[in-house]
T-cell receptor
Framework: GAVVSQHPSRVICKSGTSVKIECRSL??????MFWYRQFPKQSLMLMAT?????????EQGVEKDKFLINHASLTLSTLTVTSAHPEDSSFYIC????????????FGSGTRLTVV | KQEVTQIPAALSVPEGENLVLNCSFT??????LQWFRQDPGKGLTSLLL?????REQTSGRLNASLDKSSGRSTLYIAASQPGDSATYLC???????????FGKGTHLIIQP
């Protein structure tokens, strides 16, 4: 199978602090992972593409200095929300695909971030 | 820019009915299309993946079709059950290494 683990599932933080979210591919190596954000009653929006060993590619309108992405290994990508504000409160979810095959993307279980 | 639209936005039907969820996309140049299920506060579960060269895929009571030229896909659920209650998302991928563009989903409630 293709399993993607995301941690933490829920986090509450104070305004101005930073929060790190981890996304791991458990049974395969993922050279590329994706990060999405979902606001209530909205669709998932692609934030950035995370590439192992290189800089992430951010979608238009996503602040790269606010949403730091690191993909230091073939099984781990992290998203750090820096200087969090209440408007950053959202559901963040990552995905990855097994290489060498058209398996589609597997998603993590998501992280509910609440900034107070 | 690709846009994905799902109709209806919400649907409530009694158990046992067959139903169809619709998805349309504006740019027919897609790599594949994927249907997902999302339970409240949870991640996504992949239901069916249709490559651009395929017309349909089936898994159990689910059947998804793809008409790439017209920018449409349908998800057919046979003999619906209360456990099918969830939000169903349609997503398209432009290229092999690209992320997905999602619709807003269809919120489905199956009444026991």
């Amino acid at each position: 199978g293709a399993v993607v683990s995301q941690h933490p599932s829920r986090v509450i933080c104070k305004s101005g602090t930073s929060v790190k979210i981890e996304c791991r591919s458990l049974d395969f190596q993922a050279t590329t992972m994706f990060w999405y954000r979902q606001f209530p009653k909205q669709s998932l929006m692609l934030m950035a593409t995370s590439n192992e060993g290189s800089k992430a590619t951010y979608e238009q309108g996503v602040e790269k200095d606010k949403f730091l992405i690191n993909h230091a290994s073939l099984t781990l990508s992290t998203l750090t929300v820096t200087s969090a504000h209440p408007e950053d409160s959202s559901f963040y979810i990552c995905s990855a695909a097994k290489p060498l095959g058209d398996y589609g993307y597997t998603f993590g279980s998501g992280t509910r971030l609440t900034v107070v | 820019k690709q846009e994905v639209t799902q109709i209806p936005a919400a649907l409530s039907v009694p158990e046992g009915e067959n139903l169809v969820l619709n998805c349309s996309f504006t740019d027919s140049a897609i790599y594949n299309l994927q249907w997902f299920r999302q339970d409240p506060g949870k991640g996504l579960t992949s239901l069916l993946l249709i490559q651009s060269s395929q017309r349909e895929q089936t898994s159990g009571r689910l059947n998804a079709s793809l008409d790439k030229s017209s920018g449409r896909s349908t998800l057919y659920i046979a003999a619906s059950q209360p456990g099918d209650s969830a939000t169903y998302l349609c997503a398209v991928r432009r290229g092999g290494a690209d992320g997905l563009t999602f619709g807003k989903g269809t919120h489905l409630i199956i009444q026991p």
